[in-house]
């Protein structure tokens, strides 16, 4: 994938035919009628799989996705595009195959989307407001062969006055402004007159509106399982208002039995890449309990938002990997990489009791030491009811000298030369600590994981002891999540004391832009929202300026 890219999605059609209505080649992405349906509810259509970085999805030892003889797939790739010019992109897609009945369990995807009654204040609108917040539903609809959505519409139950008046609209010829301005002045007037209430409008996906200027709207919707779900793999998909994602396992009652995805990390949920959580073994959820999902959002623009395809439009989806019935133990190293270090430690191959070959193998681990610098095709076979489930894997040992920390004047520094850094206190990572160096702020034992070439190694620990001088502004770790970005980043800065802080903007020729915040402020760590958009301005770099009792600290950004 192109490294600004969204994400792709796969879908497959289920049965031979189903596919008859959808040519070969590009096809116009909408999210009326038919491709409502196609895109989001349909059976016929499932999801197989989303990437939003370049990865390889391993699915556990015993599963597989199922594609009979003569599946179509559907690729389905989205890219933001900031500029005026059309935006070249490429996405190469790889499938592993194996002789069918190989797995014992079938990997399933679901695309949890958000489902609940339209808000209440939505009854409250004018006609104009209305118009301007289901601009998209219409220009979905013009997308879509007006018999198509005739009947489609009245299967979802929309008052046939108002059927009537979209499909003749549609037929004249009206544009997406025409057509949302009588969509949204016939529901204001019907539910003047009481003819309907907002609990009558079955807008299916379009029931996720926030209103405008208005942050922490939280919105939750549950999901039942009728069969038991092993989950494997869950994550999560906004748009640009999201700023928080949670998703929980219920009990048999509805009621939250244990939070299974939190989509905010390091103090920031980045809606662009949002993380994604595998559970190695997995994660059993009895049947008939069920899944809430819970999203939050800040919506900062002057506009009513709702679901949509751009990110001025928003989504609330999350994406769950499973298999149904009694779950499989899971069999071979729990979250695997592909490159190991040659001083990595020995991977223990679970369940105990298997058989494991493979250059390197010895007593039930994989020594990469032994194995040597090079690739070797590791088996582990473990018998289960009467067969064996088998994981393969290809490991590459190369050979990366250990990092070292040494300490000048107050500062920890690491060995130059490795791709990542992630400095850490006691065992646990530093939020922020990503550089070269640091400047412990506590006493206790220090050691850096580093990266290099597909494998991780961590220092020996160093132990620092407290008082430590070292300025003020070298140890507030400022930083902005996400850099670069589209409209809005977030600054993160930590305060060891209470402080007068002083946040401005500048351009990159030196000209102060906003004055952002200007106070005291407690201990501890602290967040300063961004929103270039609103400030009038255009992409490029900026620079902020974090003044901290005299001191500065300047963070570069980048608008794309």
């Given at each position: 994938m192109e490294d600004l890219s969204h994400h792709f999605l796969l879908y497959k059609f289920a049965e031979p035919g189903d596919d008859l209505e959808i040519p070969d080649g590009l096809n116009l992405v909408t999210l009326g009628g038919f491709a409502v349906n196609?895109?989001?509810a349909s059976a016929n259509r499932p999801l197989v799989a989303a990437w939003q970085d370049n990865d390889d999805m391993r699915l556990p030892a015993g599963t597989a996705f199922k594609w009979t003889a003569g599946t179509v797939l559907d690729l389905n790739y989205h890219i933001p595009n900031y500029g005026t010019a059309i935006l070249p992109a490429e996405l190469f897609l790889n499938v592993y195959t194996q002789p069918n009945g190989t797995a014992l369990r079938e990997m399933k995807t679901e695309l949890m989307q958000y489902d609940a009654a339209v808000p209440a204040w939505v009854a409250d609108l004018s006609g104009d407001e209305l118009g301007e917040l289901l601009y998209p539903i219409a220009e979905s609809f013009l997308a879509t062969s007006p018999a198509a959505l005739e009947a489609q519409l009245l299967e979802q139950d929309w008052p046939e006055l108002l059927v009537d008046g979209i499909i003749e609209l549609i037929e004249d010829g009206t544009d997406a402004e025409g057509l949302a301005d009588f969509i949204g002045g016939t529901v204001a007037t019907l539910i003047d007159l009481n003819v309907i209430d907002t609990e009558d409008l079955s807008l299916n996906i379009y029931s996720l509106m926030l209103a405008p200027n208005t942050p922490n709207q939280v919105l939750s919707s549950d999901r039942n399982n009728s069969l038991q779900w092993n989950i494997w793999y869950v994550t999560?998909?906004?748009?640009?208002?999201?700023?928080?994602?949670?998703?929980?396992?219920?009990?048999?009652?509805?009621?939250?039995?244990?939070?299974?995805?939190?989509?905010?990390?390091?103090?920031?949920?980045?809606?662009?890449?949002?993380p994604i959580d595998y559970y190695e073994p997995l994660i059993e959820l009895p049947a008939n309990s069920g899944v809430r999902h819970v999203a939050t959002y800040d919506n900062t623009s002057d506009d009513y938002v709702t679901f949509g395809l751009t990110t001025n439009e928003e989504m609330f989806l999350t994406f769950i990997q499973y298999t149904e019935g009694n779950n499989l133990p899971f069999v071979g190293i729990p979250n695997i990489q592909d490159t190991y270090c040659s001083g990595s430690p020995p991977l223990t191959f679970m369940p105990a009791g298997g058989t494991l070959i493979g250059?390197?193998?010895?007593?039930?681990?994989?020594?990469?030491?032994?194995?040597?610098?090079?690739?070797?095709?590791?088996?582990?076979?473990?018998?289960?009811e009467g067969t064996n489930i088998v994981a393969e894997y290809d490991l590459q040992v190369v050979d990366v000298d250990m990092p070292v920390v040494s300490n000048a004047n107050g500062m920890l520094t690491a060995t130059p030369g490795y791709s990542a850094y992630q400095w850490l206190l006691n065992g646990a990572p530093i939020a922020g600590a990503t550089g070269i160096n640091y400047?412990?702020?506590?006493?206790?034992?220090?050691?850096?994981m580093v990266a290099q070439l597909g494998c991780t190694l961590t220092s020996e620990p160093y132990s620092v002891s407290v008082g430590i001088a070292s300025p003020l502004i070298e140890r507030i770790a400022a930083?902005?999540?996400?850099?670069?970005?589209?409209?809005?980043?977030?600054?993160?800065?930590?305060?060891?004391?209470?402080?007068?802080?002083?946040?401005?903007?500048?351009?990159?020729?030196?000209?102060?832009?906003?004055?952002?915040?200007?106070?005291?402020?407690?201990?501890?760590?602290?967040t300063q929202?961004?929103?270039?958009?609103?400030?009038?301005?255009?992409?490029?770099?900026?620079?902020?300026?974090?003044?901290?009792?005299?001191?500065?600290?300047?963070?570069?950004?980048?608008?794309?």
């Open positions: 196609s895109i989001f999560s998909h906004t748009h640009k208002y999201g700023v928080d994602y949670d998703v929980y396992a219920l009990d048999g009652n509805g009621n939250i039995a244990n939070q299974i995805f939190e989509g905010t990390r390091d103090g920031f949920y980045d809606w662009s890449h949002p250059n390197g193998t010895q007593d039930g681990q994989f020594i990469p030491a032994l194995a040597g610098v090079g690739t070797h095709h590791i088996t582990y076979s473990y018998p289960y400047t412990p702020t506590a006493s206790g034992e220090y050691s850096v930083a902005a999540y996400p850099n670069p970005y589209a409209r809005q980043t977030t600054l993160s800065y930590g305060l060891p004391q209470p402080a007068q802080v002083h946040i401005s903007l500048y351009n990159i020729v030196g000209e102060q832009i906003a004055t952002l915040y200007q106070g005291q402020q407690s201990a501890g760590r602290h929202r961004i929103d270039t958009q609103s400030l009038g301005l255009t992409t490029g770099m900026y620079f902020a300026y974090i003044q901290v009792n005299g001191e500065t600290a300047v963070v570069k950004i980048v608008q794309q």
